[in-house]
């Protein structure tokens, strides 16, 4: 420790946050093996000066995203003990109502964006709200912390290489205890010191002592500094070594040396170098003493208000999940005065446009988004107006433009991420599912996640089976996600709106058929569709035929046709598959007594089985037939035009069904 450069009042401080980590976590241990903190927490013992050192050169208004082993950096930016406290016992007075527990704890309000359970998660989030705050021109700095293990996934590389392509306010602190849960570093990082990574990434990056509080601090003291600059990220790596096993939960075999735990334990002990730094400065011993009682005392004062505190209730559970949407507003309809007949794609261009004019947080991240307007131009012509930085052409990097995504809406702004071909949204996974549909309800429904991921899907324009897959069944059977599937230029119009000013994340598909088929009146004037409410596409009485997507004309002609013998069906389309319009589907068929679903996605476990078994729930009295569904067969794509007619369902298909739940000649 360079203690000459630091002063006296510094190392008290420091003294004091080390002293409240250690006690915390060592009392949490104890409060685990009570069994009062439950399921698994990971302790930080042993690593407090990378915590209290980091989050010492920060300002207020600073953020940090956390990981797994987080409890130390939130008392480090200013977290309240007993709020904690009552998190890891399930309480409802904790940070997240109870719903979170050890690995999520946030507190917005302070910058801490949240701990995280998936292993480098948080790399991905800080990146994104780095990119936020020079959005924003707010002066923040994010501050991301992770682990050794971390450094080997694919989000580090893609962030990293992200921030320093835009030179994003952002330092990245590795801590490096050198195992991930039993596999030591040097057998899982194929480079000696993770630092090095940086020059592949032309930032600066430094190995640096992680248990002496004063070089954490000067360290990431002088990233914090550059990026406030404008200079863009830095890499440090904190060489630190945790105390206890990988969680208090793991009960593992011996995977390390005993010499080495004794030896970084006798002679690396953060609290111990700090006390013997304070006792050179002639800081009596009665001193660090009362510190040690006012502590213990605040974190049994937090213990016993988390004792006290209530457990959670199922109440809280449904509003957790979702914000609440906008009212809705009266539809201007395809009739009104002002509507002009335009393609798909000009719609979503429309929409986008009108948004990012009507308010400067939304902005569209994605690959060739901006100089070319997309491979299918939903975005062309708008960086003219908007510029690159609302524009903004990303690296080929999936997983990072998602993530960075979720750190911007959970940080102020409105994304709209492109996913330029939707089979490619597999690589943005974790982003959706775990990070963006979870976010609000882990932090006990409060926060909102204002985003949407975009992009096209589907077949019928030869592309063969890895860029023509129908994926909504797998985002629809999410909570905490929207999902939304426009059939015409006019709901596409009204429903992009109407999912950039929700405050949830929503997955908005596209369907590519519809990009070269499709064209319909539009309103000029900005609307919104409201969320969750189907559009009736035709009235009918004998059967119902719920469509989607690039299946609502098909399903328009079958009715079209069977309409030619006395027949009429009524054909909803659901325009927003989460949350489901589910009564109106029910009034129809309570009306018509018979119900076929069509939807391009295969049928096996497809979106037609929810609808079908909804209904079979809700309405069986009033079925004279079974439910029938008609999607495609259980393959991938062919590439061959005539195999993938063949295997995309069309009116042929949707008559076939329908005459056999009327119980009509085929």
């Known amino acids: 420790m360079n203690a000459p450069l630091l002063d006296t009042a510094f190392l008290e401080r420091a003294y004091r946050g080390l002293l409240r980590v250690r006690r915390f976590d060592e009392r949490v241990i104890a409060l685990f093996q009570q069994g009062l903190v439950k399921g698994t927490a990971h302790s930080c013992v042993g690593q407090e000066a990378i915590a209290v050192g980091a989050c010492a050169a920060l300002e207020p208004r600073d953020t940090i995203v956390s990981h797994h082993r987080g409890h130390g950096h939130c008392i480090a930016k200013g977290a309240d003990l007993a709020r904690m406290m009552a998190e890891l016992m399930g309480r409802e007075t904790g940070y997240c109502r109870g719903l979170g527990g050890s690995m999520h704890i946030a507190d917005l309000d302070l910058g801490i964006l949240g701990a995280n359970g998936i292993v480098g998660a948080g790399i991905g989030l800080g990146t994104g709200a ?17 682990g050794d293990g971390a450094a080997n996934e694919g989000i580090f590389h893609e962030a990293l290489n992200m921030a320093s392509l835009w030179k994003l306010p952002v330092v990245y602190l590795c801590e490096n205890n050198q195992y991930g849960l039993s596999t030591a570093t040097r057998e899982a990082t194929a480079i000696d010191r993770i630092a090095k990574r940086a020059g592949a990434y032309s930032m600066p990056g430094e190995t640096i002592d992680g248990n002496d509080v004063g070089a954490v601090h000067e360290s990431v003291a002088r990233a914090v500094a550059r990026a406030r600059a404008g200079e863009g990220p830095s890499l440090i790596e904190a060489m630190t070594w945790r105390w206890g096993d990988h969680s208090m939960r793991a009960n593992l075999p011996r ?5 080495d735990e004794a030896d970084w334990r006798a002679r690396n002990d953060p609290l111990a170098r700090t006390a013997a730094l304070l006792a050179e400065r002639q800081i009596r011993a009665e001193t660090l003493e009362a510190i040690e ?51 798909y794609v000009e719609a979503i261009r429309e929409a986008i446009d009108q948004a990012m004019e009507e308010d400067e947080r939304v902005f569209v991240i994605g690959e060739d988004v901006g100089r070319i307007g997309g491979i299918f131009g939903c975005t062309r012509g708008l960086i003219d107006k908007y510029g690159a930085a609302r524009l903004r052409d990303a690296p080929i990097s999936e997983n990072a433009i998602a993530n960075a995504a979720v750190g911007a809406a959970i940080t102020g702004l409105r994304p709209i991420a492109e996913v330029q071909i939707f089979d490619f949204v597999t690589l943005m996974m974790d982003a959706i599912v775990n990070q963006a549909a979870k976010f609000r309800f882990m932090l006990g429904g409060r926060p909102r996640v204002p985003l949407v991921i975009r992009g096209p899907q589907g077949g019928g ?40 000013r929700d405050d949830n994340p929503v997955v908005f598909l596209e369907h590519k058929l519809l990009y070269v088929q499709a064209m319909g009146p539009v309103p000029a004037e900005p609307y919104a569709i409201p969320i969750g409410k189907a559009d009736v596409k035709r009235e009918g009485r004998h059967a119902t035929l719920v469509a989607t997507m690039a299946m609502v004309a098909p399903a328009l002609a079958a009715a079209r046709e069977l309409s030619r013998e006395g027949v009429e069906v009524e054909v909803i389309d659901p325009r927003t598959l989460a949350p489901l319009d589910l009564d109106t589907i029910l009034a129809s068929v309570r009306k018509t007594n018979r119900l076929v679903v069509a ?25 004279d037939a079974p439910v029938l569904r008609v999607g495609m067969r259980a393959t991938p794509m062919p590439y061959n035009d005539a195999l993938e007619r063949a295997v995309i369902p069309g009116p042929a298909d949707i008559v076939a069904a329908l005459r056999r739940v009327l119980y009509l000649p085929e």
């Open 255 to 259: 995977y390390r040396r005993e010499e």
């Open 130 to 146: 780095a990119l936020s705050a020079a959005l924003r021109g707010s002066g923040e700095v994010c501050l991301v912390f992770f």
């Open 599 to 623: 939807h391009e996605g295969w049928t096996r476990h497809g979106f037609g089985a929810e609808i079908a078994a909804a209904v079979t729930e809700a309405a069986f009295d009033h079925l």
């Open 293 to 343: 009682r006012e502590e213990r005392a605040a974190i049994e004062a937090a213990v016993e208000a988390a004792k006290a505190a209530p457990e959670p209730t199922l109440a809280i559970l449904d509003d957790a999940v979702l914000a609440p949407h906008a009212a809705p507003a009266p539809e201007p309809g395809p009739r009104a005065p002002s509507a002009r007949t335009i393609s």
């Open 461 to 500: 324009i030869r592309l063969a089976a890895q860029h023509s897959q129908s994926l909504e069944t797998w985002f629809a059977h999410v909570p905490g996600l929207v999902v939304m599937a426009p059939s015409t230029p006019y709901d596409a119009k009204g429903l992009m709106l109407a999912a950039i």
